[in-house]
Every structure is written in structure tokens, then in C-alpha cells.
């Protein structure tokens, strides 16, 4: 099941921190750490939400 979460997480973080991005840059900040900031909470968010997926396809 770790091996089916390391690669949702590639997926799945890289989606997160992506909107994130975007989200950040619409609201009008542009500069350096508030895209950081942004990029590191949809990575963090991104490992319960792929353990989450994997255990779910992992029983089903």
C-alpha cells in the first residue's frame, strides 16, 4: 500500500500545490514566499488526502 501511495502522492501533491499556486498569484500575491507558502501547504496536504486514496482503492 506504500508503494500505490508514493504514487498518488506525485500526482496528488503536485495537483494541490499547483491550485494553490494559482490560487495565491489570483488573489494578487506575486511574490517569492507567498508562492512558497502556498506550494508547501498542497504538499502537506497532499499526504493524508493520498493515504486516504490508496487505502480506499488498496480494499476495494
Known amino acids: 500500500m506504500f508503494r500505490l501511495a508514493s504514487i498518488l502522492?506525485?500526482?496528488i501533491a503536485t495537483t494541490l500545490a499547483g491550485t494553490a499556486v494559482i490560487?495565491?498569484?489570483?488573489?494578487?500575491?506575486d511574490?517569492?514566499?507567498p508562492i512558497l507558502i502556498a506550494a508547501v501547504?498542497?504538499?502537506a496536504?497532499?499526504?493524508p488526502i493520498?493515504?486516504?486514496v490508496a487505502?480506499?482503492?488498496?480494499?476495494?
Do not use: D, Q
Open 55 to 60: 487505502r480506499e482503492l488498496y480494499n476495494s
Open 9 to 11: 502522492y506525485s500526482l
Open 45 to 47: 496536504a497532499a499526504l
Open 23 to 29: 490560487a495565491v498569484l489570483t488573489i494578487g500575491y
Open 31 to 33: 511574490t517569492l514566499v
Open 50 to 52: 493520498s493515504y486516504l
Open 41 to 43: 501547504i498542497g504538499a
